[in-house]
Nanobody, 123 residues
Framework: QLVESGGGLVQAGGSLRLSCAAS????????LGWFRQAPGKEREFVAT????????YYADSVKGRFTISRDNAKNTVYLQMNSLKPEDTAVYYC??????????????????WGQGTQVTVSS
């Protein structure tokens, strides 16, 4: 199970940190990602992190502003979002890749999804 938290309303230029807590004992064996979906738009890739946390990859739209990280001891993945823009407004989802495999930006690579958390950035 993946449970996101940390969403909310923030002014443009502000920051939020999203968390995604996972259940289970093999958290470190899964690559993880964050995606988002704005109203009327398709779900889009935001960031992904490798099983060890040593590898990360970002969408161009968030590079330099967002940071994905993970704490395998706490079974949690984070998304630190700085310099937020109104266009960052969306429901944010964390997702888990298949056991023992790397994943990328394609949502079809991810096997399990959280329920999402709303992020709203006001101008």
């Amino acid at each position: 199970q993946l449970v996101e938290s940390g969403g909310g309303l923030v002014q443009a230029g502000g920051s939020l940190r999203l968390s995604c807590a996972a259940s289970g004992r093999t958290f470190s064996n899964y690559a993880l990602g964050w995606f988002r979906q704005a109203p009327g738009k398709e779900r889009e890739f935001v960031a992904t992190i490798s099983r060890s946390g040593g590898g990360t990859y970002y969408a161009d739209s968030v590079k330099g502003r967002f940071t994905i990280s993970r704490d395998n001891a706490k079974n949690t993945v984070y998304l630190q979002m700085n310099s937020l823009k109104p266009e960052d407004t969306a429901v944010y989802y964390c997702a888990r890749g298949p056991y023992g495999r790397s994943v990328g930006y394609d949502s079809r690579e991810y096997a399990y999804w959280g329920q999402g958390t709303q992020v709203t950035v006001s101008s």
